[in-house]
């Protein structure tokens, strides 16, 4: 059973750089496509960042490139997602995903929230200004 399951978000300053963790089990980690989204007040999920974890291209929406980085630590089967220079429309519930990918070409192109198998449950991440 494939399970993902995101840290603690919370409150923070705008400015502020906190970190969000995804840990993963019951999937072949080291061949999978996984990144994480983020839902606003709107009803669709926005990727915000992703990466094939067999490695190569990692990819960032552009309103997040240059503040936030998208890693993964394969000793400890997770996804980080470090977000620095927080600001108040960073406010939103952030996701895990992940999906068997066919390689790194086609992870990188896996951009909208049905892209995605696997889910997380979630984590809201509040920026006051």
């Known amino acids: 059973q494939v399970q993902l399951v995101e840290s603690v978000g919370g409150s923070v300053q705008a400015g502020g750089s906190p970190r969000l963790t995804c840990s993963v089990s019951?999937?072949?980690?080291?061949?999978?496509?996984m990144g994480w989204f983020r839902q606003g007040p709107g009803p669709e999920r926005d990727r915000v960042a992703s990466l094939y974890t067999g490695g190569g291209r990692i990819s960032y929406a552009d309103s997040v490139k240059g503040r936030f980085t998208i890693s993964q630590d394969n000793a400890k089967r997770t996804l980080n997602l470090q977000m620095n220079n927080l600001k108040p429309e960073d406010t939103a519930i952030y996701y895990c995903?992940?999906?068997?990918?066919?390689?790194?070409?086609?992870?990188?192109?896996?951009?909208?929230?049905?892209?995605?198998?696997?889910w997380g449950q979630g984590t809201q991440v509040t920026v006051s200004s």
């Open positions: 995903a992940a999906h068997p990918s066919v390689g790194d070409a086609a992870c990188s192109l896996r951009r909208r929230e049905a892209d995605f198998r696997y």
């Open positions: 019951g999937l072949s980690y080291s061949a999978y496509c």
